[in-house]
């Protein structure tokens, strides 16, 4: 299903960005704090540890990924990645698009 959204992450949990599975997807750190990325291969969540957060992709205020690559390029160690979610220690705020 394709989605255009701005998604608020909860403090200190791991929150779904996209809306279904995906093959590609525009990802933005709107907030104001660091967040971490993951992709997993189904709907079941990162785990909250310390060792797997710091897994994630790091994107401070702004940054982020565009549509133009596919999840299998940006999680090339995630066999099947489908979904992604996002961390943060505060509330934070990201918009996510895709197809």
């Known amino acids: 299903m394709a989605s255009h959204q701005s998604v608020t992450l909860a403090p200190n949990a ?4 996209t809306a279904s599975d995906v093959s590609a997807a525009m990802l933005q750190n709107q907030s104001g704090y660091a967040i971490r990325v993951l992709a ?3 709907v079941t969540p990162p785990a909250a540890t310390p060792a797997v ?10 940054g982020g990924f565009d549509a133009s690559r596919l ?3 940006i999680f090339p160690g995630i066999t099947g ?3 992604i979610w996002a961390y943060c ?10 197809a």
């Open 40 to 42: 997993t291969a189904g």
């Open 89 to 98: 220690s505060m509330h934070g705020q990201v918009v996510c698009s895709h």
């Open 53 to 62: 957060i710091a897994t994630g992709i790091e994107f401070f205020p702004g």
């Open 71 to 73: 999840l299998s390029e």
């Open 14 to 17: 791991w929150t779904q960005v």
């Open 81 to 83: 990645a489908n979904r």
